[in-house]
């Protein structure tokens, strides 16, 4: 019998994770969490595929032992486990979204996200806890200020690295990150080109063209038709039509 002849009911049977826990072993291995379970000692008993990626420590090296690894010198969320372990009150639930910065078997630091939360019996005596932890090492380097720098300054030529200037950057990104109409302001020659070039480069119409116009060097009785465009012999001198610079960029 083939998969797709198989009973509907057992279909349904495989696909419940609380028969099968096989499935959620696969979702943290697909989605790239790090989910664990330590003993009342704190010591690992399950270690899941998405905490070795994280990692680099498989569960043949970290099952038994004690949760060093989440509590090491850097790690300043996961420290409290093994206290929590030995003196949770019965109101304490686990650790709500703590921050960590571990090493990695290859001895990069990653900056993890996670939760526990601890087991109890029937008795409501901690046997144990389960947790979870994502890595944002990528996520943060992505959107910090100084990242963001470094982006803008390689693409349109930007140049900067005082605090005034890594907020100026976070406002550019912020500003290529939104469809809203933004303003750029500044003294003669303090780059308000730059800025805009940068919110262009850095946005989804990165792809489009940039139009740039000076107004103050355009007559008043030519400036509607600059940037607005005209028809042939709309006014004298209108020999053809022309595209304003508001429809070129779109």
Request: hydrophobic fraction near 40%; aromatic fraction near 6%.
């Amino acid at each position: 019998m083939s998969r797709t002849d198989r009973p509907t009911s057992l279909a349904r049977l495989e696909l419940d994770f609380d028969k099968d826990p096989a499935i959620l072993h696969a979702l943290g291995a697909e989605l790239g969490l790090g989910v664990f379970t330590v003993d009342a000692e704190g010591r690992f008993v399950g270690w899941s595929a998405g905490a070795e990626q994280i990692t680099g420590y498989s569960g043949a090296e970290v099952r038994g032992q004690l949760c060093q690894i989440l509590e090491g010198p850097n790690c300043k969320g996961f420290s409290g486990l093994t206290a929590l372990l030995h003196s949770a009150t019965p109101e304490e639930t686990g650790m709500e979204n703590q921050e960590c910065r571990v090493l990695t078997k290859d001895s990069r630091q990653v900056h993890l996200l996670g939760s526990v939360r601890v087991l109890r019996d029937a008795s409501q005596t901690i046997y144990g806890a389960v947790g979870v932890f994502w890595d944002l090492t990528e996520v943060l380097s992505v959107n910090s200020p100084h990242a963001l720098a470094q982006r803008a300054r390689g693409l349109v030529g930007l140049i900067g690295q005082s605090a005034p200037m890594e907020e100026v950057f976070r406002r550019i990104q912020l500003a290529a990150d939104s469809d809203v109409t933004t303003l750029i302001t500044g003294e003669s020659g303090t780059g308000k080109e730059l800025a805009a070039r940068a919110v262009h480069t850095l946005s989804e119409r990165r792809d489009k063209p940039f139009v740039a116009i000076n107004c103050s060097a355009i007559p008043e009785s030519l400036l509607e038709s600059e940037l607005f465009g005209h028809v042939k012999g709309s006014f004298t001198g209108a020999i053809q039509d022309r595209r304003g610079v508001f429809e070129s960029a779109n």
